[in-house]
C-alpha cells in the first residue's frame, strides 16, 4: 500500500478542478479595520478586507478588547476542564444567562463553536425523539448536515426554502410522528432569507419541532440583534435556535437556546458539548461583552444594512453580476472555479483588495462567486475603490457582465 498517493492524487483532482484552497496569510490591525497586512512572498503590505464574518467589527470593539483583557488578567488563559469538570467559570454562566435572555428562552447552551452546536444538538435532539423524521433544507450548512448524518435517524430533503414541498413532505408523515424540521434564517452564500413565519405555520399544523441556524443573523437583525426571528416577532415560535459567538459578534464559539428541558437534555447527552474542554475566558468575556453591546446597537446594524444596499446598488449600477440578495451579504457571480480565483488574486495583488474566492463544494459547481460582506466600517472611499477595481478586473478577465 503506497499511502502517500493516496492523498497526493486527492490533491491533484482538487488542483485539475481549479478549486485547490489557499489561505491568505493576514495579521488583521486592531483598530484599523477592515485593514490588515497580507503576506505572501512578495512581502508584507496592507489590504482591505471585503470578505470578512466579523460583520460589524465587534471583533476588535474596544469594549470587547477589554473584557478579553480583563477575562484573561482574572481568570488566565484556560478554563481549565469539560464543562463538567471544573471548566464552568462564571463567565460561561453569564454568558449563558445572557443569550438565553437575548432569544427570550428559558436557557441557553455555549459550545466550542457553531458547528459544534449544530452538530451536537441536531443530532442528540433527534436522537433522543422516538423514530424521528428530520425535514432539512437543501442549502443547509455543512454543521448542519453533519447534525442530520450523526443522528442516524430518517432524513428527508426539501427544495431550499420551497415550502410547498416541505408540506408535502410533512403531509404525508403520520401526524404522531416526530418531526424535526431544520432550516436557516439567512443562506450565507446567497444571502437570502428563510421563510420562518411560514415554516413555523406548517410545523405547528403538522407537530413538527423547529430548528433554526440563526449564523448569519444575530447581532444584525432584530431590534436587539437576537436575529431574523427576532425581527419577524417569531422567536417564541421556533423550538431551538442557534446561533454563534464568531461572526457579528466577533469572538468565537456557538450556542443554542431553548425550553429548559430540552437545553438539559442537550448538556446531559451530547458527546460534542460533553466531552472536550470548554471555551476559555477571554473568549467568553470577550462574547458576554459583544451580545450586551448589540443589544442597544440599533444605528449599528441600520448602518450595516445601509452599506450593504449601496455596495448592491453601485455594483448593479457598474454592470456587475450582483447576485440578488435582501440581506446584508452581497454574492458577485463569476460562475467559474478558475476565474474566480484570477479574480481574487487580481484584486489582491494590484488592488490590495481581499476577497476570498467562493468555489466548490461551499457552493455549486457554476455558482463560483466572490462573496462581498460589507460593514459598517466600509467607508465611501473603500468602496469607491473596490467597485473601481471590480470593473477593471471583470472587464480584464473577461468575466461575464450582468444580464
Ligand atoms: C459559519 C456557520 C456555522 C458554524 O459556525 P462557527 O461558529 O463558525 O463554527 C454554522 N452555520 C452556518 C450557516 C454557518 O455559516
Known amino acids: 500500500m503506497n499511502y502517500k498517493s493516496h492523498f497526493e492524487s486527492a490533491l491533484d483532482k482538487v488542483r485539475r478542478e481549479g478549486r485547490y484552497r489557499v489561505f491568505a496569510d493576514l495579521a488583521r490591525q486592531a483598530g484599523a479595520f477592515p485593514a490588515a497586512h497580507h503576506r505572501d512572498p512578495a512581502g508584507v503590505r496592507e489590504v482591505t478586507v471585503w470578505c470578512s464574518n466579523d460583520y460589524l467589527g465587534m471583533g476588535q470593539h474596544p469594549d470587547v478588547l477589554a473584557a478579553a483583557t480583563e477575562a484573561v488578567q482574572t481568570y488566565g488563559a484556560g478554563a481549565g476542564g469539560t464543562r463538567n469538570i471544573s471548566g464552568t467559570t462564571h463567565l460561561h454562566v453569564l454568558l449563558e444567562a445572557e443569550l438565553a435572555s437575548l432569544h427570550d428562552k428559558d436557557q441557553a447552551l455555549v459550545m466550542s463553536s457553531g458547528f459544534v452546536a449544530n452538530e451536537a444538538a441536531i443530532s442528540t435532539i433527534a436522537q433522543l425523539l422516538p423514530d424521528c423524521l428530520i425535514l432539512s433544507d437543501a442549502y443547509n450548512h455543512a454543521s448542519m448536515i453533519a447534525g442530520v448524518r450523526h443522528s442516524g435517524c430518517e432524513k428527508q430533503i426539501f427544495r431550499h426554502n420551497d415550502v410547498a414541498h416541505l408540506e408535502q413532505l410533512l403531509r404525508a408523515q403520520p401526524r404522531e410522528r416526530a418531526k424535526l424540521i431544520v432550516f436557516e434564517s439567512v443562506y450565507s452564500m446567497d444571502g437570502d432569507f428563510g421563510p420562518i413565519a411560514e415554516i413555523v405555520e406548517l410545523a405547528k399544523r403538522y407537530n413538527a419541532m423547529t430548528f433554526l441556524d440563526e449564523v448569519h443573523a444575530v447581532g444584525m437583525y432584530g431590534a436587539h440583534g437576537a436575529g431574523v426571528a ?84 453601485r455594483l448593479h ?20 472555479p478558475r476565474r474566480c480565483k484570477e479574480a481574487s488574486d487580481m484584486l489582491m495583488a494590484q488592488y490590495g483588495i481581499y476577497i476570498q474566492p467562493i468555489n466548490y463544494p461551499t457552493v455549486q459547481r457554476g455558482t463560483e462567486r466572490l462573496r462581498i460582506t460589507p460593514t459598517p466600517l466600509h467607508d465611501d472611499a473603500v468602496m469607491d475603490r473596490l467597485v473601481e477595481a471590480l470593473g477593471e478586473v471583470w472587464s480584464h478577465l473577461e468575466i461575464r457582465l450582468a444580464a
Request: charged fraction near 15%; proline fraction near 6%; charge should be neutral.
Open 230 to 313: 427576532e425581527r419577524d416577532g417569531l422567536m417564541a415560535e421556533i423550538d431551538v435556535i442557534q446561533g454563534t459567538l464568531a461572526k457579528a459578534f466577533g469572538c468565537m464559539g456557538g450556542y443554542i437556546a431553548a425550553d429548559g428541558a430540552i437545553i438539559d437534555a442537550v448538556r446531559s447527552h451530547a458527546p460534542g458539548f460533553i466531552f472536550t474542554s470548554s471555551l476559555a475566558p477571554a473568549v467568553v468575556g470577550a462574547a458576554l461583552a459583544s451580545v450586551q453591546y448589540l443589544k442597544q446597537a440599533s444605528a449599528l446594524r441600520e448602518r450595516h444594512q445601509e452599506r450593504a444596499a449601496c455596495l448592491k446598488r
Open 317 to 336: 449600477a457598474a454592470g456587475l453580476p450582483v447576485m440578488p440578495s435582501p440581506s446584508h451579504i452581497v454574492p458577485l457571480l463569476v460562475g467559474e
